[in-house]
């Protein structure tokens, strides 16, 4: 699939005469980039988590915009209940010690 960014770079390379007939064969087609997940900004069963856990809740508002998408992306992104509770107070105890997730 091809993202925005190589769909104008593929372009851009054509418009110059510098791709090759590889390159022209794997032209990209209408709708087959892959669009980014939608991750919603703070989902109400994380809010909760945050206002039980009032250190957590103030070291999470003072993480910077990207890290506190990663805490909500990874939280979210479980499928099973049981992993996403697991994942809420990991998350938990991770933000009361005043720590970032890390690689997720």
């Not at 090759?20 to 919603?40: C, D």
């Not at 900004?41 to 990663?70: C, G, M, V, W």
């Amino acid at each position: 699939k091809w993202s925005e960014t190589n769909r104008k770079r593929w372009m851009e390379l054509n418009e110059a005469g510098l791709l090759s007939p590889a390159g022209l064969a794997a032209a990209p087609t209408e709708n087959t980039y892959a669009p980014r997940p939608t991750i919603p900004d703070l989902p109400a069963y994380i809010a909760e988590a945050l206002k039980a856990n009032p250190r957590a809740s103030s070291f999470f508002q003072e993480l910077a915009p990207t890290y506190r998408r990663h805490f909500v992306a990874w939280i979210h992104s479980a499928t099973r209940p049981q992993t996403r509770e697991k994942r809420i107070g990991e998350s938990m105890a991770l933000l009361a010690a005043g720590k970032k997730l890390g690689l997720k």
